[in-house]
T-cell receptor, first 113, second 112 residues
Framework: KQEVTQIPAALSVPEGENLVLNCSFT??????LQWFRQDPGKGLTSLLL?????REQTSGRLNASLDKSSGRSTLYIAASQPGDSATYLC????????????FGTGTRLQVFP | NAGVTQTPKFRVLKTGQSMTLLCAQD?????MYWYRQDPGMGLRLIHY???????AKGEVPDGYNVSRLKKQNFLLGLESAAPSQTSVYFC???????????FGAGTRLSVL
């Protein structure tokens, strides 16, 4: 059974810092992986989808990397801003059932001015 | 373009009462999902649908039923609510298998 761990669970940083959020999964055979953002009291918003054949995917200040062999994905946030404050979740899709995502418990990020 | 709309946004039930949560999407997506989110547990899949008229069980289906009579709507039913079903419920949809998921704003349910 796929298990997903996100470290750290919480992070508080001053604005302007470059950040690294980590996602580890126990079964390296994934179909693809999504990173989501969740604002307090709101639903999830997809940030990046990275296919199993890709090493990284970029959108603006966000860059997601994928290392299947080690069961890891990393979300880099460049030049963090207070508006980046949210919970970030990763969700790999297992190849044996591509209908489903398996969610990690998230990293709660606070960026202060 | 509303995306994914969930109703109601909040609800308080007494143990044993029933209710239906409605999810509607206007993006013509084939796949729809119901999740619950609990502190420390992350999002867990309750039921999902891969097309109109189809449903399938997820990770935590017990105590819930679903129906997808129309492509744009996915209903989640609680026949006899229990305090353990106190949670935030999210609906999501996606155009195809393993594609980007679009989420609703959630329904916060308390069962007393």
């Amino acid at each position: 059974k796929q298990e997903v761990t996100q470290i750290p669970a919480a992070l508080s940083v001053p604005e302007g810092e470059n950040l690294v959020l980590n996602c580890s999964f126990t079964d390296s055979a994934i179909y693809n992986l999504q990173w989501f953002r969740q604002d307090p009291g709101k639903g999830l918003t997809s940030l990046l989808l990275i296919q199993s054949s890709q090493r990284e995917q970029t959108s603006g200040r966000l860059n997601a990397s994928l290392d299947k062999s080690s069961g890891r994905s990393t979300l880099y946030i460049a030049a963090s801003q207070p508006g980046d404050s949210a919970t970030y979740l990763c969700a790999p899709v297992p190849p044996y059932n591509t209908d489903k995502l398996i969610f990690g418990t998230g990293t709660r990020l606070q960026v202060f001015p | 373009n509303a995306g994914v709309t969930q109703t109601p946004k909040f609800r308080v039930l007494k143990t044993g009462q029933s209710m239906t949560l409605l999810c509607a999407q206007d993006m013509n997506h084939e796949y729809m999902y119901w999740y619950r989110q609990d502190p420390g547990m992350g999002l867990r899949l309750i039921h999902y649908s891969v097309g109109e008229g189809t449903t399938a069980k997820g990770e935590v289906p017990d105590g819930y039923n679903v129906s997808r009579l129309k492509k744009q709507n996915f209903l989640l039913g609680l026949e006899s609510a229990a305090p353990s079903q106190t949670s935030v419920y999210f609906c999501a949809s996606t155009p195809g298998r393993a594609d980007i998921q679009y989420f609703g704003a959630g329904t916060r349910l308390s069962v007393l």
